[in-house]
T-cell receptor, first 112, second 114 residues
């Protein structure tokens, strides 16, 4: 069966510091991968998605970036965090050619 | 344009009551998929159901049931005999055949009081 991991689970970072959130998927090959952000009490905002290694599409211009160095690894990064980057970050995977996305446990980021 | 509307921001009911969460969608595609996800307080989004546009049969899974009506572009979710553990935010989403990305509703926060 497939499993998706995210870490860290929670993170408190000062404004201007760098960020690296990691997502890995087990039990499947060549998945589509997604990064979402959810502000407190709000809906989901798609940030990035990837259909393969090194292939990243950005949905929202911002100070975040994503990379996919390996087939089942998806990383969300920032060089300098802003207060507005606080939120709940969710990674999701989707089997290629299918429609359902499955989500990881999420990372709660608080920027102070 | 594609859009998913969950007009109910928050619903509060007493345990054992039935509750229906509404979802209305807009799409120009003839082939599309509709989803419901549950987000409990822990935060993880849990997949509940997927329906494709060619299958209008209602679905029942235990206390959960889904009513898909293309005529009204709705995909409503009913919880029968609600329980405190059903308290969560529920999201409806749409995926069009031309694009497997999900279009999300704003979510409905469901509070089940004991």
């Amino acid at each position: 069966s497939q499993t998706i991991h995210q870490w860290p689970a929670t993170l408190v970072q000062p404004v201007g510091s760098p960020l690296s959130l990691e997502c890995t998927v087990e039990g499947t090959s060549n998945p589509n991968l997604y990064w979402y952000r959810q502000a407190a009490g709000r809906g989901l905002q798609l940030l990035f998605y990837s259909v393969g290694i090194g292939q990243i599409s950005s949905e929202v211009p911002q100070n975040l970036s994503a990379s996919r160095p390996q087939d089942r690894q998806f990383i969300l990064s920032s060089k300098k965090l802003l207060l507005s980057d606080s939120g709940f970050y969710l990674c999701a995977w989707q089997r290629t050619g299918t429609e359902t996305q499955y989500f990881g446990p999420g990372t709660r980021l608080l920027v102070l | 344009a594609q859009k998913v509307t969950q007009a109910q921001t928050e619903i509060s009911v007493v345990e054992k009551e039935d509750v229906t969460l509404d979802c209305v969608y807009e799409t120009r595609d003839t082939t599309y998929y509709l989803f419901w996800y549950k987000q409990p307080p822990s935060g993880e989004l849990v997949f509940l159901i997927r329906r494709n546009s060619f299958d209008e049969q209602n679905e029942i899974s235990g206390r959960y049931s889904w009513n898909f009506q293309k005529s009204t572009s709705s995909f409503n979710f009913t919880i029968t005999a609600s329980q405190v553990v059903d308290s969560a935010v529920y999201f409806c989403a749409l995926s069009e055949n031309s694009n497997y990305q999900l279009i999300w509703g704003a979510g409905t926060k469901l509070i089940i009081k004991p």
